[in-house]
């Protein structure tokens, strides 16, 4: 009897430890692993655009498909061992979020698990994709246009405060597109004819550090690259901006919604949208190997005119009415 009754108990709790998917034979739901260098907070706002890219290929989290979330925070060193944990628990596609690090991280773990990336430049530079219409890997997604946008934050900064000589710009060592970045301004900047500070900044304490700096060098105005970190500490930046008058550009228009002057990039709800709509595709059966690198199509000036007023700035009125929003 005891032997019997053991066996049973063994039995139910087998029974108990199946997939609900084994038991009646369903199909197992697909897991999308989300590497992100950023963070859960910064993330939830582009959530809407890639749950509804998602949707229209015909998943809906939590019904349908699951997503296995990874959190970098602004630890570019963290994203390798995030990476590899998702291709330890077999992903059906890696999204990785937030610029080339995770996207690198995501290409060294697997090259079988598809990988669809966001805000990468030069992909093909990188190794990620052999050209743009044919990446031919695993991996494929969204690739920005760097350079340009460099140089319309440039003309941004010149047209909002014409008499600043001196440009400074916030680059994270950290980041490898930071090198990409500086040869873009200096080349940039020599049109506009105006001098150039670079300043670093990979920790909370340097981006406090930099700011007297920047005053002390004489910088009349600032550019913030794009850059995780920097995305993360929007409210830190924009009081610093204030704080020290410094009137200043950046990539995310969350910066200018914080408080900050300015920015101008790429609406970037769009990006993620696009990234679920391909996220979806693959998960349906195309192959990334014949998903064309797309590029963003839609970009946002954002104008903050409450912060102008406080710096003493006058927005010329043609920079107002170039502006997609403006904050008062």
Same mark, same amino acid.
């Given at each position: ?102 996207? *690198? /991280? $995501?290409? !060294?773990?697997?090259?079988?698990? @598809?990988? +669809? ?9 990188? #190794? ?108 830190? *930046? /924009? $009081?610093? !901006?204030?704080?020290?008058?410094? @009137?200043? +550009? ?9 408080? #900050? ?68």
């Amino acid at each position: 009897m005891t032997t019997r009754r053991t066996f049973i108990n063994l039995l139910g709790g087998a029974a108990a430890s199946w997939p609900f998917g084994s038991v009646a034979q369903q199909p197992a739901m697909p897991v999308i692993g989300f590497l992100s260098s950023g963070s859960s907070n910064a993330y939830e706002q582009y959530a809407v655009g890639f749950r509804q890219g998602l949707k229209e290929s015909g998943y809906v989290e939590g019904q349908n498909v699951a997503i296995e979330y990874r959190w970098g925070n602004g630890h570019y060193d963290l994203l390798p061992a995030l990476a590899a944990d998702l291709v330890r628990r077999q992903v059906a596609v890696i999204v990785a979020s937030g610029g080339p690090p995770p996207a *690198l /991280a $995501a290409r !060294a773990a697997t090259f079988t698990i @598809p990988i +669809v990336f966001s805000s990468v430049d030069e992909p093909i530079k990188l #190794g990620l994709v052999a050209s743009l219409n044919r990446p031919g890997g695993n991996a494929t997604g969204m690739s920005l246009f760097r350079k340009e946008l460099v140089s319309k934050q440039l003309e941004l900064l010149r047209d909002m405060v014409p008499k600043a000589e001196v440009i400074a710009v916030l680059v994270n060592p950290a980041n490898r597109q930071s090198d990409g970045y500086i040869g873009d301004i200096r080349e940039a900047i020599l049109v506009l004819q105006r001098q150039l500070k670079i300043l670093n900044a990979s920790t909370e304490a340097e981006i406090n550090a930099s700011f007297p700096a920047i005053v002390e060098q004489g910088g009349g105005a600032l550019i913030i690259t794009a850059d995780t970190l920097f995305n993360n500490q929007r409210n830190q *930046l /924009a $009081a610093l !901006a204030n704080r020290y008058l410094l @009137p200043t +550009v950046s990539q995310f228009r969350e910066f200018a919604a914080a408080g #900050g002057l300015m920015s101008y990039g790429t609406n970037v709800a769009d990006v993620y949208h696009q990234v679920g709509v391909y996220t979806g595709r693959i998960l349906n059966g195309d192959r990334p190997a014949d998903l064309p690198v797309m590029r963003p199509t839609k970009f946002d000036v954002v104008i903050n005119l409450k912060t102008a007023k406080a710096l003493g700035i006058t927005v010329p009125p043609s920079l107002l009415a170039r502006a997609d929003e403006v904050i008062e």
